[in-house]
């Protein structure tokens, strides 16, 4: 059995037989799974290790001991130049996450880290197929939330599915599993809360510098109602614009796009963190909104993933995101934040900012006007579009199986540039992606494909 070079995200060297190496064991059975090579140097040269009759049984032994949930790695005894190294080779478990005397820890690139109680609680959620808005909240009963904004909700979602709903408010809640065992879940309690809620703080203002205000707004009220409040404040702050079209009456409208407003709005509300004890805030100024939520990206995800596309979309709050989606405030899980991009773009306003900020999430939209003429517009972008196409397409024949991120270093554009000129090439027949999101890359497609 060949031993792997160089230590990675599924690949670790140990001279000996440790804790670490149990460390290791469970880092990987919380990740994708991996290998320990016990006997091998940092450097991937064999060592050796001494082995006798009862070692192997042993070494197991203090590994289930020591891990819970209790995993049994597959054992197997390697001979390289007349020496010899045990191979310890672990799944990822099924249910995480899987600790060591009471610690987790989780393999990231090629080191073992040790997770935070969000991350542990989030693994857990995730691998058991829910999430925290499902489970019932402990404080609230359900004198806390207003049936008649139940009944709202309803026929909302009847409008939207030319259908009629058989049940009364109690019983639509159950069926859509916001009540269970007859007890008000987090998400429940959140959507349809009839009087003042701590944890859905939003505070929003309108500045003129980065220390004068003129104008606030302090919400903590259902999640519906937040959204519609939100979009009417902003709306109130915003510049009215006029365009010349030629027609006897000039154009009006807003300075900023509201349909990326609503969709930022909307997906910080659905998306929150609301374990964490800070609120949302929204800061307008002359020439930028600021939108900050609570938690960090779900998932796992990067702003790189979360910018090219190449993720698979997780819900932080599966219940609250599907009682969006019911009544058509969300079109289609994962597609957010390109929406506001392609938004952004079609309204002649510079790309948005997405950045991880904190313990949180930021997105940043600017007023900024796309600078380039009306005259040269067709043909500057066109013979950009053609510039970057072929020699994008070039440098993916070169390097196969090339990703967004080593595509990005090569070109003076932004991410949002490289992954529309990605984006034509697929559309066009010349590229395909192949392999898992995060790992895997782009591939010129041949005749022969």
């Given at each position: 059995?060949?031993?792997?070079?160089?230590?990675?995200?599924?690949?670790?060297?140990?001279?000996?037989?440790?804790d670490?190496?149990?460390?290791?064991?469970?880092?990987?059975?919380?990740?994708?799974?991996?290998?320990?090579?016990?006997?091998?140097?940092?450097?991937?040269?064999?060592k050796?290790?001494?082995?006798?009759?009862?070692?192997?049984?042993?070494?197991?032994?203090?590994?289930?001991?020591?891990?819970a949930?209790?995993?049994?790695?597959?054992?197997?005894?390697?001979?390289?130049?007349?020496?010899s190294a045990?191979?310890?080779?672990?799944?990822?478990?099924?249910?995480?996450?899987?600790?060591f005397?009471?610690k987790?820890?989780k393999?990231?690139?090629?080191?073992?880290?040790?997770?935070?109680?969000?991350?542990?609680?989030?693994?857990?959620?995730?691998?058991?197929?829910?999430?925290?808005?499902?489970?019932?909240?402990?404080?609230?009963?359900?004198?806390?939330?207003?049936l008649?904004?139940?009944?709202?909700?309803?026929?909302?979602?009847?409008?939207?599915?030319q259908?009629?709903?058989?049940?009364?408010?109690?019983?639509?809640?159950?069926?859509?599993e916001?009540?269970?065992e007859?007890?008000?879940?987090?998400g429940?309690?959140?959507?349809?809360?009839?009087?003042?809620?701590?944890?859905?703080?939003?505070?929003?203002?309108?500045?003129?510098?980065?220390?004068?205000?003129?104008?606030?707004?302090?919400?903590?009220?259902?999640?519906?109602?937040?959204?519609?409040?939100?979009?009417?404040?902003?709306?109130?702050?915003?510049?009215?614009?006029?365009?010349?079209?030629?027609?006897?009456?000039?154009?009006?409208?807003?300075?900023?796009p509201?349909?990326?407003?609503?969709?930022?709005?909307?997906?910080?509300?659905?998306?929150?963190?609301?374990?964490?004890?800070?609120?949302?805030?929204?800061?307008?100024?002359?020439?930028?909104?600021?939108?900050?939520?609570?938690?960090?990206?779900?998932?796992?995800?990067?702003?790189?993933?979360?910018?090219?596309?190449?993720?698979?979309?997780?819900?932080?709050?599966?219940?609250?995101?599907?009682?969006?989606?019911?009544?058509?405030?969300?079109?289609?899980?994962?597609?957010?934040?390109?929406?506001?991009?392609?938004?952004?773009?079609?309204?002649?306003?510079?790309?948005?900012?997405?950045?991880?900020?904190?313990?949180?999430?930021?997105?940043?939209?600017?007023?900024?006007?796309?600078?380039v003429?009306?005259?040269?517009?067709?043909?500057?972008?066109?013979?950009?579009?053609?510039?970057g196409?072929?020699?994008?397409?070039?440098?993916?024949?070169r390097?196969?199986?090339?990703?967004?991120?080593?595509?990005?270093?090569?070109?003076?554009?932004?991410?949002?540039?490289?992954?529309?000129?990605?984006?034509?090439?697929?559309?066009?027949?010349?590229?395909?992606?192949?392999?898992?999101?995060?790992?895997?890359?782009?591939?010129?497609?041949?005749?022969?494909?």
């Amino acid at each position: 059995m060949l031993i792997p070079k160089q230590e990675s995200d599924s690949v670790e060297f140990k001279t000996s037989f440790s804790d670490e190496v149990i460390i290791s064991l469970v880092a990987f059975a919380n990740a994708q799974g991996g290998v320990v090579n016990v006997g091998v140097a940092d450097n991937g040269v064999v060592k050796g290790i001494e082995i006798h009759k009862e070692t192997v049984q042993n070494w197991i032994n203090e590994i289930k001991n020591k891990t819970a949930s209790a995993i049994i790695p597959e054992v197997k005894i390697t001979e390289i130049q007349n020496k010899s190294a045990i191979v310890l080779k672990i799944q990822e478990y099924p249910i995480k996450p899987v600790a060591f005397k009471g610690k987790c820890y989780k393999r990231i690139g090629s080191s073992n880290h040790l997770m935070s109680v969000e991350e542990i609680a989030n693994e857990h959620l995730r691998t058991i197929n829910t999430s925290w808005d499902f489970y019932i909240d402990p404080n609230h009963s359900l004198e806390a939330i207003s049936l008649e904004k139940v009944n709202s909700y309803i026929q909302k979602v009847e409008q939207r599915t030319q259908t009629t709903i058989p049940y009364t408010p109690l019983e639509f809640l159950s069926k859509m599993e916001m009540l269970r065992e007859g007890k008000l879940t987090f998400g429940a309690y959140l959507l349809f809360v009839s009087d003042y809620c701590l944890i859905s703080d939003i505070q929003i203002g309108r500045f003129k510098s980065d220390i004068t205000i003129i104008d606030s707004l302090s919400l903590h009220t259902d999640l519906f109602t937040e959204v519609e409040k939100i979009i009417a404040f902003i709306k109130k702050h915003l510049m009215v614009e006029y365009i010349i079209t030629g027609e006897p009456q000039r154009t009006e409208r807003f300075n900023y796009p509201l349909d990326a407003i609503r969709e930022v709005v909307i997906n910080m509300i659905v998306h929150r963190d609301y374990r964490d004890s800070s609120g949302s805030v929204i800061k307008i100024f002359d020439d930028r909104i600021e939108f900050y939520n609570p938690g960090k990206l779900f998932g796992g995800i990067s702003i790189l993933d979360l910018l090219s596309g190449n993720y698979t979309s997780k819900s932080r709050n599966k219940l609250i995101a599907k009682a969006f989606k019911e009544i058509g405030w969300i079109e289609r899980y994962g597609s957010g934040i390109l929406r506001i991009q392609n938004i952004c773009e079609d309204y002649g306003v510079v790309e948005p900012a997405f950045e991880e900020l904190a313990n949180g999430f930021r997105v940043i939209l600017f007023n900024e006007k796309l600078k380039v003429t009306d005259v040269g517009l067709n043909v500057g972008l066109n013979v950009g579009l053609n510039v970057g196409l072929n020699e994008l397409y070039e440098i993916i024949k070169r390097e196969p199986g090339i990703n967004s991120k080593e595509l990005h270093s090569g070109f003076d554009v932004t991410t949002r540039t490289i992954e529309r000129w990605l984006k034509q090439l697929r559309e066009n027949g010349k590229i395909e992606f192949r392999g898992a999101p995060k790992t895997g890359g782009y591939y010129v497609i041949t005749d022969e494909n």
